[in-house]
């Protein structure tokens, strides 16, 4: 009660209960008494039930565990006034999801479904009009010239002859159906036709709006008006008394039509009391706007005529991603979605191959072109336009596009993300280390020796390189592992054999 009287939704409040129930009939079939004291050793061992069903039995996923256990773990929290409550002891945990990289055969074929579902979608919108579903059964909807489907609104196909057509005196095999199932307009009759426009609605609704199936399913009746924004329409609710509300959601131009239509074609159908914008009803439940459809009609007619159901969470993660990848903009599409940048990135963008492709290839175009230089590493500067960083100290190599020492002197040298480059590195830090060991020239005061100056830059950039990642990390131990095998790279190998050579 507490829970419902805070606002929780109903649905919630339902697969609560069910893992209660779960849980306790789990508890009786091992014949466990629950007490507060040992709740949490009983949720372990349910948990461990759980698990043995999910990777043994495999009757059930993993994250229809982790949701139904983390249910009871809400529970015990809260009785035990606990911040957390037992499930992070346990072996049952959230099933991660990765994003799956599409290439452009996977998109194609994806594409290729969504759009062959929408076009059923809106087939079935067209042909379920107030008057068609009124008249004599069945109801023949055409999908092309050689399908069809045969509506007889929940009722059994008749086989065989109706009597007065019979022209034998032989057996024959006839379904009874009065004449009250074909002329009878009413719901009684008629609902299931009317259920599966619904369906049909709601899912085109959800892939127009992009607004959560949960929210959309419990949006309520009511005139709508229009206002053009960009190249979409603004629905706003009217209110009495020219109150002016907020937006109840954005639509595309082309849809506006589509909804109004329907809108039309529920004030026909439904009675003027039921308040609900999608009426789904069942002859088994009562309506209810916290219980949302299944989905079942459409189902079995994709079934029927071979085609991929799509649910309304993949027709709205196609929409963002579309909206994403025309405009390039994750701010106007979140926007657009009805949520946050973070949330459009973190959980409804998608990878696209060619989307990736493109701007892959739109960075590099946009990045400097590298020459190779004298020293490890590459230059992004035009031949023989090098310029000194004034930073330096005053003794340092000058920069030049002839001495590699110079190099790392200058503005334009950049770093290679590669193996080779810090083996070449090591390998030229280790060749200066030999000149300055060799040195023999007279020592200034206030005077750093530019060799020692270059030895030290090195040093600092292969530092910098190795806590960028661990990649870059294992290629620096790697280089330095050589190094002590003396292993040289071959850009300044010959030139540390020579010096050993002159000086023994």
């Known amino acids: ?88 002891r346990s072996r049952l945990s959230a099933a991660s999801v990765n994003k799956r990289v599409l290439g ?4 194609k074929q994806n594409l ?55 022209t034998t005196q032989g057996k024959y095999r006839y379904r009874y159906r009065s004449k009250r199932i074909e002329y009878d307009p009413t719901l009684n009759t008629r609902q299931p036709l009317v259920n599966l426009r619904i369906e049909v609605e709601l899912l085109i609704f959800v892939s127009q709006t992009g607004l959560n199936f949960s929210q959309a399913y419990r949006l309520k009746r009511g005139k709508f008006r229009f206002k053009t924004a960009s190249d979409d329409y603004e629905v706003y609710r009217t209110y009495k008394g020219r109150k002016q509300g907020e937006a109840e959601f954005r639509i595309f131009k082309g849809y506006r039509s589509i909804f109004q239509r329907y809108l039309e074609w529920l004030e026909k159908i439904c009675p003027s009391e039921e308040d609900r914008l999608f009426p789904f009803s069942s002859k088994h439940q009562i309506p209810s706007i ?33 909206l994403l990848r025309i405009s390039r903009d994750p701010e106007l599409s979140a926007e657009m979605s009805q949520h946050t940048t973070e949330v ?71 770093d290679i993300d590669s193996f080779d480059y810090v083996w070449s590195l090591l390998t030229y830090r280790s060749l200066k280390v030999r000149e300055i060991e060799r040195d023999r020239s007279p020592k200034i005061a206030h005077h750093e020796h530019p060799t020692k100056l270059v030895i030290d ?36 190998g010959g030139l540390i054999e020579l010096m050993e050579l002159n000086f023994g």
């Not at 916290?290 to 309304?312: D, E, M, Q, V």
């Open 457 to 492: 830059r090195v040093t600092q950039r292969l530092k910098v390189f190795e806590a960028s990642s661990d990649k870059r990390s294992i290629w620096v131990k790697e280089a330095e592992a050589r190094m002590r095998e003396e292993r040289y790279h071959p850009m300044f």
């Open 112 to 166: 290729e479904e969504l759009f062959e579902f929408g076009k059923l979608l809106k087939l079935l919108s067209d042909n379920l009009d107030y008057e068609s579903i009124i008249k004599p059964l069945p109801l023949i909807i055409k999908i092309d010239d050689e399908i069809m489907l045969e509506e007889w609104s929940g009722f059994p196909k008749p086989i065989g002859p109706r009597p007065e057509e019979s």
């Open 344 to 414: 459009l990135i973190q959980i409804y963008e998608k990878p696209h191959h060619q989307s990736a492709a493109s701007e892959i290839s739109y960075f590099h175009r946009s990045m400097e072109e590298l020459s190779e230089p004298p020293s490890p590493g590459g230059c992004a500067a035009s031949s023989g336009r090098f310029q000194q960083n004034q930073q330096e100290h005053n003794d340092a190599p000058k920069a030049d596009c002839i001495n590699s020492a110079g190099c790392f002197f200058c503005e334009h040298h950049r």
């Open 104 to 107: 452009t055969k996977a998109d």
């Open 290 to 322: 916290h219980t949302p459809p299944s989905f079942h009609a459409i189902k079995h007619r994709c079934n029927l005529l071979g085609i991929k159901y799509i649910p309304p969470i993949t027709l709205r993660n196609a929409r963002v991603n579309w």
């Open 1 to 88: 009660m507490n829970d419902h009287a805070r606002g929780l939704r109903q649905l919630t409040i339902i697969t609560r209960i069910r893992s209660v129930i779960a849980f306790y009939s789990w508890a009786d079939t091992v014949g466990v008494d629950i007490t507060y004291e040992n709740s949490e050793i009983a949720f372990r061992d349910w948990t461990e039930h759980l698990v043995h069903r999910v990777q043994i039995k495999k009757d059930i996923l993993q994250m229809t565990a982790y949701r139904t256990a983390k249910a009871i773990d809400l529970l015990i929290a809260r009785i035990k006034n606990v911040q957390k409550g037992p499930i992070h």
